[in-house]
T-cell receptor, first 112, second 113 residues
Framework: KQEVTQIPAALSVPEGENLVLNCSFTDSAIYNLQWFRQDPGKGLTSLLLIQSSQREQTSGRLNASLDKSSGRSTLYIAASQPGDSATYLCAVISNQGGKLIFGQGTELSVKP | ETGVTQSPTHLIKTRGQQVTLRCSSQSGHNTVSWYQQALGQGPQFIFQYYREEENGRGNFPPRFSGLQFPNYSSELNVNALELDDSALYLC????????????FGNGTRLTVT
């Protein structure tokens, strides 16, 4: 059974700092991994999707990497801003089915 | 391009009642998925609809049911509500295929008292 874990559960950093969020999954047989952002009480916004054959994806200040063999992904945020404060969720689609399996999220707070 | 819209945004129900939540998919998307997100947790997959047929179901009891209409909009119905059904219910639409990104609505916050 696929399980997704995110560490840390919460993170507080000063504005301008570079930071890394971690995601691990137990079964390497995945189609892809996605990173989402969720603002309080809101839905999810897709940030990056990495297909199983890819190693990384970049969008602006965000860079996500994928290491299938070790079951790990990282989301790197450069030059963090207070507007980056949100919960970040990673999710995988396993080869066994088309559903997204989510981690519990990392709550990020960027202090001015 | 119209995004995913859900209604209502908030709802309060009493234990034992029934509820219907609605979702309009993003233009051009024919696949709709529903997720339940309890407070402080990641979303849990309920089920997925493709071309009006259920196309996968998570570990939820039969009192959770759904529909997809010819215009690809969808409903989630929950019967015999329990206190633990209190959660944010998220709808997501996509093109078919595992590598199509999901686009989520803002959710319906259901409170069962």
């Amino acid at each position: 059974k696929q399980e997704v874990t995110q560490i840390p559960a919460a993170l507080s950093v000063p504005e301008g700092e570079n930071l890394v969020l971690n995601c691990s999954f137990t079964d390497s047989a995945i189609y892809n991994l996605q990173w989402f952002r969720q603002d309080p009480g809101k839905g999810l916004t897709s940030l990056l999707l990495i297909q199983s054959s890819q190693r990384e994806q970049t969008s602006g200040r965000l860079n996500a990497s994928l290491d299938k063999s070790s079951g790990r992904s990282t989301l790197y945020i450069a030059a963090s801003q207070p507007g980056d404060s949100a919960t970040y969720l990673c999710a995988v689609i396993s080869n066994q089915g088309g559903k997204l399996i989510f981690g519990q999220g990392t709550e990020l707070s960027v202090k001015p | 391009e119209t995004g995913v819209t859900q209604s209502p945004t908030h709802l309060i129900k009493t234990r034992g009642q029934q509820v219907t939540l609605r979702c309009s998919s993003q233009s051009g998307h024919n696949t709709v998925s529903w997720y339940q997100q309890a407070l402080g947790q990641g979303p849990q997959f309920i089920f997925q609809y493709y071309r009006e047929e259920e196309n996968g179901r998570g570990n939820f009891p039969p009192r959770f049911s759904g529909l997809q209409f010819p215009n690809y909009s969808s409903e989630l119905n929950v019967n015999a509500l329990e206190l633990d059904d209190s959660a944010l219910y998220l709808c997501a639409s996509s093109h078919p295929g595992h590598n199509s990104p999901l686009h989520f609505g803002n959710g319906t916050r259901l409170t069962v008292t």
